[in-house]
């Protein structure tokens, strides 16, 4: 099956600079790849996602890239703000209608004001 | 945007009984949820995959008598923890796809913070 693995598990960064979690996946038929942001005591929220025929995706101060042939994706969020602070999940799924996403570790943030 | 909601948002029970928790697609027909559980400071491991009319399709190593799924509706789907153990004191969270438009992912219920004690 599918594996993902994310990291770092902590980052921690001053306001106003930019955070990157990065994830590796091990499965070539994967190809929807969402990022979701989780505060504590909540639910996971879908910030962005970006799927196999697209190398990057931005959404204001958010992006992804993807390398397939690496089997990578990259979460990059510029000019960061306290209010970013919690844990984001990248996930992978081979079907992204029907299947079942497998989800990386986390990554918990916190912004520093 | 789709919602999913979930009840109860938190539950403490004695150990030994059972608890039912039910995620509900508020506007949209879900054919197929996912229920995850997870502990803290740790991912989201899925349990089982609920498919509407049909037997749910558990995680190996995820106990189908203890963990009983219902989807009897395409808006309705139900997690039962029977004979509840401190162990299995944790978040348990819902998720389901609409399936309709570009965005693929999944919008997940707001969650149950289940205490056995």
């Known amino acids: ?113 | 945007g789709a919602v999913v909601s979930q009840h109860p948002s938190w539950v403490i029970c004695k150990s030994g009984t059972s608890v039912k928790i039910e995620c509900r697609s508020l506007d949209f027909q879900a054919t197929t949820m996912f229920w995850y559980r997870q502990f803290p400071k740790q991912s989201l491991m899925l349990m089982a995959t609920s498919n509407e009319g049909s037997k749910a399709t558990y995680e190996q190593g995820v106990e189908k008598d203890k963990f009983l799924i219902n989807h009897a509706s395409l808006t309705l789907s139900t997690l039962t923890v029977t004979s509840a153990h401190p162990e299995d004191s944790s978040f348990y969270i819902c998720s389901a796809h609409e399936g309709q438009g570009v965005n693929y992912g999944y919008t997940f219920g707001s969650g149950t913070r289940l205490t056995v004690v």
Do not use: M
């Not at chain 1, 600079?17 to 996946?25: E, F, L, N, R």
């Not at chain 1, 101060?61 to 999940?89: C, G, M, W």
């Open chain 1, 1 to 113: 099956g599918e594996n993902v693995e994310q990291h770092p598990s902590t980052l921690s960064v001053q306001e106003g600079d930019s955070a990157v979690i990065k994830c590796t996946y091990s499965d070539s038929a994967s190809n929807y790849f969402p990022w979701y942001k989780q505060e504590l005591g909540k639910r996971p929220q879908l910030i962005i996602d970006i799927r196999s025929n697209v190398g990057e995706k931005k959404d204001q101060r958010i992006a992804v890239t993807l390398n397939k042939t690496a089997k990578h994706f990259s979460l990059h969020i510029t000019e960061t703000q306290p209010e970013d602070s919690a844990v984001y999940f990248c996930a992978a799924s081979p079907r992204p209608l029907a299947g079942k996403s497998t989800f990386g570790d986390g990554t918990t943030l916190t912004v520093k004001p």
